[in-house]
């Protein structure tokens, strides 16, 4: 079997979707999703999504601090180095696919899957 990795979640943008460049000049939009964890906590998770070129400008374009959106897409896991010398971890989901999710005749928008790795060219 070969080795997965692919997430589906569902949930709440916290703010309004931002597009910007990055310096390699690639479209980027990093967006916070709110997912609710399985009864009985009620509790929440705070996910990071990000979407890149045509993807990236629709989803700034169409969607709007809490609507529910649906995200498709891989985690990708950093390990980074701050200006103060600490060291970091973090865990984002790189999106390929976005719908809302409570419209199942609404459009979806499905992004260019590339196997170049953008995570040099953030700024």
């Known amino acids: 079997m070969k080795d997965l990795n692919e997430v589906c979640i569902s949930g709440t943008l916290l ?3 931002v597009l910007r460049r990055t310096r390699a000049d690639h479209d980027m939009c990093t967006v916070m999703v709110s997912v609710m964890r399985p009864e009985p906590s009620k509790a929440h998770d705070y996910l990071d999504v990000i ?3 045509d993807l990236a400008a629709r989803v700034a374009q169409e969607f709007r601090a809490g609507e529910r ?3 498709k897409g891989r985690l990708r896991k950093n390990n980074y180095t701050s200006t103060d ?3 970091h971890i973090s865990t984002q989901i790189i999106a390929d696919y976005v719908q809302r999710p409570d419209d199942s005749q609404s459009a979806y928008y499905e992004g260019t899957r ?3 790795s953008y995570a040099e060219n953030l700024s």
């Open 15 to 17: 703010r309004d979707p």
């Open 69 to 71: 959106i649906l995200f």
């Open 114 to 116: 590339s196997e170049t």
């Open 51 to 53: 979407c890149w070129e």
């Open 85 to 87: 010398g600490k060291k």
